[in-house]
Every structure is written in C-alpha cells, then in structure tokens.
C-alpha cells in the first residue's frame, strides 16, 4: 500500500510494515531471553505490545514473561518487523546465518561494552556490517534492565537513538514512546559510538572542576599550613596543630568556593573579550576556552557545596573545646583582675552584621545554585535568569570583606571569634 512501506521491508518473510502503520502496537521481536530481552519483552507486554522471543533453546526457557511466545531465531524473526538484539556483541556471529530471514528488516542493537572506545567500530556499525540488508538503529542501551522491571525510570527517561533510515529510527522511536520513554534522536549510525560510551562515562563534565577545586583546596590548605602552624611552631615554639581539624578547613572552603565563583562567570568574560578582540561572534574559541565554558555550571555547583561546608563548619565553633576554653578563660581573667569590660555597641553592631552578611550571603548563593537547575530555569525566562543571577553575583563578590571584619573583631575582643 504505502511506499514507505515497501522500504522499509523488502524480502518475502518480512512481515508487512503496514501492519505496523494500521495497528499501533505490532508485534515485537527479541532475540535473547537474558536480563535486558525479558525486562525490556516484560515492559512491552504491559504496554500493548505481542512479545515474540528468539531464543537458541526456545523448550527449555521458562523465564520469559507470561504472554509472550518463544521460538528459535528464524521462526521468531519472520513475525515482526522489528527485532531488538538483546544479545551481547561477542555473540552477533551466529546473525550471519539468518541474513535472509532478516533481510529488510529493523535490528535494534541494545548492546554495551565493559570498556569506553572497546573495539575500532561501534557495535551497531558491527552489526550493519555482519548484516547490510538490515536497517540498524542504536537504542535503548543506556535504559537499564532493573530500571525497566522495577518501574524506575525517571531517572534514565531518555533513549539515545541514531540509524542510517529515517522510517526505521522512527518505529523504534514510536515503541519507545509507548513505553513512557523520550526518544532522542542522535543522527546518523556515526553517533551509534558516543551512544555506546554514555553509560561508560565517570562524570565526564565534573573532572575538569574537581581538578580546580583540588588543586585550590592543597595550595590555599598548604599556605594555612604554614602560616598557622609551622610558622608560629618555629618561632615561639607554639602548638597549633588542632588548627587542622576545623579552622584551616573553615578558611580554605570560602575562599576556594569563592575562587570557584569567580572562575564560573571569568570565562564568560573573557569570550566577549575575544569576540570584541576579533570583531566578530562566528569564530571558534580556543579549546581550553570551550572545555571551561562547559563546565561552569559544575563549577558553581562545587562552590556551592564549598559554601555549605563553610557554614556547617561554622556553626559548630561554639562546642569546640578550643573555643569554650577560650571564653572560659576570658571571664575567669575578668574575675581574677576584678575587671569588667563594657559592652560594646560599636562590635555589636559589627558582629551581627558580619553574621548577617554571611547569612544572606550564603542565601543569594544557594538561590545562583537553584536558579541554575534546569528544572528552575526553564520556569523562567531570559532576563528573569539574568536578573537573578546577576544581582546575586553581584551581592557576593562584593561581601568578600566578611573575612576582613572577623580578622578585626578577632583582633580586638575574641568575642566575635567565638560567633564565628
Ligand atoms: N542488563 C542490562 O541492564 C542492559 C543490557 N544491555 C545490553 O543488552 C544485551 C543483553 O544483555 P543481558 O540481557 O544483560 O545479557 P544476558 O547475558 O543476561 O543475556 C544475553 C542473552 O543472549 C543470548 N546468548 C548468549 N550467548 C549467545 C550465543 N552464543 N549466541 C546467541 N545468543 C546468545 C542468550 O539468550 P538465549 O539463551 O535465549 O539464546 C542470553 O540470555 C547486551 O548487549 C547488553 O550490553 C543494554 C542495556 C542494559
Ligand atoms: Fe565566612
């Protein structure tokens, strides 16, 4: 009837696509009764789905799911004209054998390697190899068998998909809608090697800002280290290595979190300065310049959770024994000199709202997080974004002086030390 039709299926025993066309949910073929074949055969026949496994021991296989009928490969084959590859790569020879039983058909390749980049070719581009007649598509590999039978699929929604035939990427695409996936289509059967290396991949965006992060935490931790430990060590001979369990940290977290800050928003900087440099906006930038801009959002998220370590740190100052000591012996040396120092409106005033900008500070640093959450941002528009953000911004680069005024609270009564 259609021609589209008669593409997609152009051998003898192939099942006529517009069966397919006419009823919404056709017969699917699986090859394989392992994990992937019966979870995914399982999700099929809940969907509407007529579920037909191909299988080398189609009698003894009582593991399928109930509703779906087993046979061997070719018998399996010739009713559907879609048959998905549950079966690892290593094993796509015996394929070779049932060429024109498959001839015309679709051949969904599910597989995974164990390694990224494993053989020379991707495993789908094997498998259009082994089988030229056939139209490949690569899906489904990065949903994993527990997510589909237990039904927790939010977190792994998306099916990558990429072939070479539009008509058949869009059947493959059609089942995975009816499933409650979302399809993504990736392109050509090229993209089937990325697809392959996305489950294989160790957060890829986060290594470049752990790497920063690391190296920021060793060099600001290492000059603490010096400055408040050895240094008073060698010269009046002091012990303060109990320093290194809170205080050093407590210093290193906001000043590398607000390191991280400012390299999240430097590169957008300096990109207009190259575009303003070269005149115009159409020219690649650098490859560091890229790789950076890429991972700002990793960056924020790790000065975030800088952010929150330096106010739980905070917060327990007041049951440090250290700290206890110390205002114990403050009042204890009034006592002895029978002296009381007044209060102090003006270190009031100072310590509040020292505590007051690292309250809101933190506050405006959590909302430049929130608002960079996908789910967020996509609730707001354009300028809302930019307003938020940038105000924010705005706010917490220019309370840096926090430090600063517990440097002379610190100094001058010990009192806010112990706040902070
Ligand atoms: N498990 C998972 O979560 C996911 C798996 N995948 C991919 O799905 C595919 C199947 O994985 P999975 O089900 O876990 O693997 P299993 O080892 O559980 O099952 C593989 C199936 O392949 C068939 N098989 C094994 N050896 C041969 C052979 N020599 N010739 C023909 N068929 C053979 C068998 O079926 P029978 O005995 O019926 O012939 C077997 O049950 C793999 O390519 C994997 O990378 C993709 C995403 C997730
Ligand atoms: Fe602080």
Not at 115 to 135: M, T, V
Not at 298 to 308: E, K, N, P, R, T
């Amino acid at each position: 009837m259609r021609k589209d039709s008669e593409e997609m299926c152009d051998s003898s025993n192939c099942f006529p696509l517009q069966a397919m066309e006419s009823a919404k949910l056709e017969t699917v073929c699986i090859f394989g009764t392992g994990d992937f074949g019966r979870s995914l055969g399982l999700k099929l026949l809940q969907c509407g789905y007529s579920v037909i496994f191909g299988s080398r021991n189609p009698k003894s296989s009582n593991l399928v799911p109930k509703g779906a009928e087993i046979l061997n490969h070719a018998e399996a084959a010739k009713k559907s004209a879609i048959i998905i590859i549950a079966v690892h790569r290593e094993h796509y020879d015996f394929l070779r054998g049932l060429a024109d039983v498959l001839k015309g058909k679709v051949l969904v390749d599910v597989s995974n390697n164990l390694k990224i980049n494993q053989y020379p070719e991707s495993n789908a581009d094997y498998l259009a190899g082994l089988l030229p007649g056939c139209k490949v598509v690569k899906a489904f590999n990065t949903v994993s068998a527990w997510a589909l039978q237990s039904g927790t699929l939010d977190a792994s929604r998306q099916v990558f998909l990429c072939g070479n035939d539009a008509k058949a990427k869009e059947a493959v695409m059609e089942i995975a809608r009816s499933l409650g996936l979302m399809p993504l289509d990736q392109g050509s059967l090229l993209a089937a090697n990325e697809i392959e290396n996305y489950p294989l991949q160790l957060f890829p965006m986060w290594r470049l800002p752990c790497y920063i992060c690391a190296v920021f935490t060793v060099l600001i931790f290492l000059y603490c280290l010096v400055t408040e430990v050895f240094h008073p060590l060698a010269t009046r001979k002091e012990d303060t290595s109990y320093l290194i369990a809170i205080s050093i940290p407590n210093r290193v977290f906001p000043v590398v979190s607000l390191i991280l800050l400012a390299l999240c928003y430097l590169p957008g900087i300096l990109a207009a300065i190259i575009q303003l440099y070269k005149g115009t906006k159409y020219s690649r930038f650098p490859d560091w310049l890229d790789q950076w801009m890429l991972c700002r959002k990793q960056l924020g998220l790790v000065a975030l959770a800088y952010a929150f370590l330096h106010a739980i740190y905070t917060l327990v100052m007041p049951i440090r024994y250290y700290v206890r000591w110390w205002t114990n012996s403050y009042l204890i040396t009034q006592i002895k000199d029978n002296a009381t120092y007044p209060f102090s409106n003006y270190y009031a005033w100072l310590s509040d709202s020292y505590v007051a900008l690292g309250i809101l500070g933190f506050f405006f640093y959590v909302l430049l997080g929130i608002t960079s959450l996908p789910s967020v941002s996509n609730a707001v528009n354009w300028r809302e974004f930019r307003f938020v953000q940038v105000s924010t911004l705005y706010f917490l680069l220019h309370n840096p002086n926090k430090h600063y005024i517990f440097k002379i609270c610190d100094c001058n009564t010990g009192f806010v030390f112990i706040i902070e």
